[in-house]
């Protein structure tokens, strides 16, 4: 059974720090690349940041670049999120995917993330 499980989200103040994590079980953990999304109060699901599966590439939403910073542990089947300077706007639930070509989408729970003075 596939499992991504994050965790690390909680309440922070505007211009702190959290650090979101996902384990994954049950797949070849090496063979997709990762990627959190997050989804706000009344919106859609957007891309935050994704990492190929070497650890290799990563890329970023623009509202994001040079806050957020995606990595990855092929050996702990850890993919992390490290987020700095939040603002209110990044209110959101995050959620972590894995995309393989050959075997398709997975996807967490979500972890809530609330920034808030």
């Known amino acids: 059974q596939v499992q991504l499980v994050e965790s690390g989200g909680g309440l922070v103040q505007p211009g702190g720090s959290l650090i979101l994590s996902c384990v994954a079980s049950?797949?070849?953990?090496?063979?997709?690349?990762m990627s959190w999304y997050r989804q706000a109060p009344g919106k859609g699901r957007e891309l935050v940041a994704g990492?190929?599966?070497?650890?290799?590439?990563?890329n970023y939403a623009e509202s994001v670049l040079g806050r957020f910073t995606i990595s990855r542990d092929n050996h702990k089947n850890t993919v992390l999120l490290q987020m700095s300077k939040l603002k209110p706007d990044d209110t959101a639930v995050y959620y972590c995917?894995?995309?393989?070509?050959?075997?398709?989408?997975?996807w967490g729970r979500g972890a809530q993330v609330t920034v808030s003075s």
């Open positions: 049950g797949i070849p953990f090496d063979y997709y690349a």
């Open positions: 990492i190929t599966s070497t650890g290799g590439s990563a």
């Open positions: 995917r894995a995309d393989s070509e050959d075997t398709g989408t997975y």
